[in-house]
């Protein structure tokens, strides 16, 4: 095992955290394969079980290799994408042959490498099943499963079966431990939606209880957030096949910022297909992470590290409120000793916003709101022209506010935008956000257009009043890479966001609430 692992120099520090003894020093080693999958040529057209199982056969021998180099590599746990095993774009009919049955009762009792003969059509978690056992490594998939059920139950579909989209964990001796229905299925006809939602969870002597869920479920409360609050997780598996959206939607960018929001360590892994938008995994801590977004090139990529099991609260608590306080007051207009509530100072800058600011060069007038459809929604957006400033713009119920210095000045555009509504084009969901973005051109029309590079330096403060507690903060940096905020937080029911100095050109900055009751 040593001697394996000595000739690869990426490993040679994970090698020494793990000979100290897995778990010991409150660290686990984990792994993602962003996996390029082996698709079908013809996928609405029914085939045979014997060729749906040669198919996955192929992608399967790709996770085989994968989990020997991810446990050689010291890993305790490896996830893979949503959609690796069996590809996309079946019908209902056509997904059939490539579907096995997994029994939903008896969490842990089997285990199908070493009791395949329980149940027929389950060559496929039998494979996954002695890849964990073989390696001692826990394995989480994810995979077409069917249900028989009888026609007059009243959810049955006619054609007598429930089809689902299955991830399983699988523990390190290669029992199934837990089974996670998709609860929202993101326009796959093929699969029906379980009747009420799986709260899915797995024990590991490592890190302790794991949940999971899948692609789009992490946009709504069932039963992603649920989950995690009921059972105060700090571990997530997430198998995904996402479709990257900029500039508030990219892979990476929401999946860091959900383990921000929920203090969580996300192990996400995505499919690798970057003709389809489909690119960007990690290892994720609210902190720190590891990453691979590659649009350039194809074949698949395994992320190793090691992360702590226990979460660093993110400096939400009162020293970094004060902060916030201290900054916020340097740029009022007035600022007494006594009086130290911000809402003033808010005030104080409304009042001033149209008129001449003694701070904002080159902000005689305060310069034009305007409309532009940013992810399919009607943004209003107003401009950073001066080389500092400081914004307002509102829309329904939201005002968003940004106070900004240039520390690089660029000719780029960049504009500040609000929404508050009902999102309503591939998929239905509410949403209010802040986003500070880069415009993809310098007419106004191009502000939420997707971009992926640039090169200003911003500091600033971003702030909002959400009416939802569930804020997911977004840093993106030039290149789709991440950066993380000096600060964060609530303060007097507004959420708060400030950085000085991104390592990169920034991108996108945005507060992006979810408010669930409105869906
Ligand atoms: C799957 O569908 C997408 C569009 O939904 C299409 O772009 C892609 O080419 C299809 N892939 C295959 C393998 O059929
Ligand atoms: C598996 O299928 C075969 C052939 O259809 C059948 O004879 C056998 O009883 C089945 N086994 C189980 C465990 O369902
Ligand atoms: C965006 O919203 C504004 C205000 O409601 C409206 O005037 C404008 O026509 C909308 N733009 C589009 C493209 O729908
Ligand atoms: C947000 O602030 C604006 C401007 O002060 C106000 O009109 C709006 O009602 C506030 N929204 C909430 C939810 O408090
Ligand atoms: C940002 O950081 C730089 C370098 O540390 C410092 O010179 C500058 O004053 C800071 N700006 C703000 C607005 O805090």
Redesign the pocket.
């Known amino acids: 095992m040593v001697a394996v692992c000595w000739k690869l120099p990426i490993c040679f520090l994970l090698c020494q955290a793990v000979s100290g003894g897995a778990g010991r020093d409150g660290h686990y080693v984990a792994a993602v394969y962003e996996h390029e999958s082996i698709l079908s040529p013809a996928p609405a057209a029914r085939v045979e079980r014997r060729a749906a199982l040669q198919l996955m056969g192929r992608n399967l021998d790709i996770y085989e290799q994968q989990v020997l180099a991810a446990a050689r590599q010291g890993a305790q746990i490896i996830v893979f994408p949503e959609d690796g095993i069996h590809g996309f774009n079946f019908t209902r009919s056509s997904i059939y042959p490539y579907l096995d049955f997994i029994p939903y009762s008896h969490p842990g009792k089997w285990n199908p490498c070493r009791e395949p003969?329980?149940?027929?059509d389950t060559e496929v978690v039998q494979r996954l099943s002695c890849m964990a056992l073989q390696n001692k490594i826990f394995l989480v998939a994810n995979l077409g499963t069917k249900q028989p059920c009888e026609r007059r139950e009243p959810r049955c579909p006619p054609d007598g079966r429930f089809q689902f989209n299955t991830n399983v964990a699988l523990g390190a001796d290669g029992a199934l431990l837990a089974t996670y229905r998709k609860h929202n299925l993101y326009f796959e006809s093929a699969f029906d939606t379980p009747a009420q939602p799986d709260h899915a969870l797995f024990d590991t002597p490592f890190a302790g209880t794991f949940g999971m869920f899948t692609c789009f479920d992490i946009l709504f409360y069932e039963p992603a957030v649920s989950l995690i609050r009921q059972y105060n997780l700090k571990q997530i598996v997430y198998p995904t096949a996402w479709m990257n959206q900029l500039p508030l939607l990219s892979a990476v960018e929401f999946q860091q910022a959900f383990s921000t929001a929920f203090n969580v360590n996300i192990l996400a892994a995505n499919i690798h297909h970057p003709t389809l938008g489909m690119t960007g995994s990690g290892i994720y801590t609210p902190v720190k992470s590891f990453i691979y977004h590659n649009m350039e090139s194809y074949g698949g990529k395994l992320i190793v590290a090691e992360i702590p099991v226990t979460t660093a609260d993110y400096k939400t608590n009162l020293e970094s409120n004060e902060r916030f306080r201290e900054n916020l007051h340097g740029s009022c207009r007035t600022s007494t000793s006594t009086s130290l509530d911000d809402e003033v100072c808010f005030k104080e800058q409304e009042e001033t916003a149209g008129g001449v600011s003694e701070k904002g060069e080159g902000k005689e007038q305060s310069p034009p709101s305007f409309y532009a459809e940013m992810m399919y929604d009607n943004f209003t957006f107003v401009p950073l022209w001066g080389e500092k400033g400081e914004l307002q713009v509102c829309a329904n119920s939201l005002c968003c506010y940004l106070n900004y210095q240039k520390a690089v000045l660029t000719d780029e555009l960049y504009a500040l935008g609000v929404f508050d509504g009902l999102h309503t084009v591939h998929g239905t969901y509410y949403v209010q956000a802040c986003a500070l973005v880069k415009c993809g051109g310098l007419s106004f029309s191009t502000c939420g257009q997707e971009v992926t590079d640039a090169t200003a330096l911003i500091d600033f403060q971003l702030w909002g009043n959400m009416s939802t507690p569930y804020i997911f903060p977004l840093l993106l940096t030039s290149g789709i890479t991440l950066d993380f905020a000096d600060h964060m937080g609530w303060k007097n029911n507004h959420y708060f966001l400030s950085k000085n100095r991104t390592s990169a050109g920034l991108l996108t900055a945005a507060l992006y609430g979810r408010w669930y009751e409105k869906d």
């Open positions: 003969y329980l149940y027929n």
